[in-house]
């Protein structure tokens, strides 16, 4: 069975989509725009946002780093 083209698209790429869509309605919004744009624009954004939860959260992402790495950009104190 095939997975529909939706699923096949990136945690990332749904991450950028739904960023552009939610400022996309805040210049919609600051432009004063019709209400109907807006409302279906903001529905659009939610369900994006959950797919987009849910993508980051069933990313298949394994790494050797914790907690105990710390940040890579900055040594953890005393070591």
Request: no cysteine; proline share 3%.
């Amino acid at each position: 069975m095939k997975k529909a083209y939706y699923m096949k698209i990136s945690a990332m790429d749904w991450l950028g989509l739904t960023t552009l869509i939610l400022v996309t309605v805040t210049i919609f919004a600051a432009m004063d725009l019709a209400f109907n744009w807006i409302f279906y624009l903001t529905v659009l954004g939610q369900v994006s946002l959950v797919v987009t939860v849910y993508k980051v959260l069933r990313d298949d992402y394994t790494t050797e780093k914790t907690f105990k790495d710390f940040y890579e950009d900055q040594p953890m104190p005393g070591n």
